[in-house]
């Protein structure tokens, strides 16, 4: 488990699946979750599909709570991978209970996926998706070093309409110029805390 700030990271569990089906049939989460945003799973599919995921060591899910009561508010997940020899990852986040949205969780899911791939892991490329009307995903990427590098135009049809998706990268190095900055801001009262924890593993 990595906690960071107000939320910890765990392992999915297939006792997960329940909350994640719910969310996955909630057209107001998936509207702002993935691009085809009505295309609802019920359980049977959903377990195949997740039970599939788990067994994949490359693409992993993550499962996000609430540091405070260990309340599971939503899932994150990453695509390992190594391109032209450089190690980079895809990553996306998914948070499911609508009361949370709006508070901050999503800043510090997306910064805590940094934390682990750029120090932690090793990793030189973050990379992450997301659709064009999605202008609240693609502050917090940009806030965290994120830089919008392609556009795949019309590639989604959705309420009367086509749009396109934005592909956004980070890179180490673009990162550890900002990285004590958006800590500070980003964890508050939980910075030292953080801090205290890699320090004692001679990485901050």
Known sequence: MFEFGRIQLRPFEMED???????????????????????????????????????????????????????????????????????????????????????????????????????????ERLEAWSIEYNKRAHKVLEYYGFKKEGELRKSTYLNGRYWSWYAFGCLREEYLKIRDSVLKTTLKDTYKEYCEFAQKLDTF
Request: glycine letters at 10%; charged letters at 30%.
């Open 17 to 123: 699946i329940e909350n994640l089906h719910g969310w996955y049939n909630d057209d107001i989460v998936m509207l702002y979750s993935r691009g085809h945003p009505f295309q609802f799973k019920n359980k049977l599919l959903l377990k195949e599909e997740i039970e599939k995921k788990l067994k994949n060591k490359d693409k992993v899910l993550l499962a996000v709570e609430l540091r405070e009561d260990g309340r599971f508010i939503g899932i994150t997940k990453y695509s390992l991978g190594e391109w032209g020899g450089v190690r980079s990852t895809s990553v996306g986040t998914l948070i499911g209970e609508r009361d949370c949205w709006d508070k901050g969780y999503g800043k510090e899911i997306t910064l805590a996926l940094c934390e682990i791939f750029f120090m932690w892991k090793n990793y």
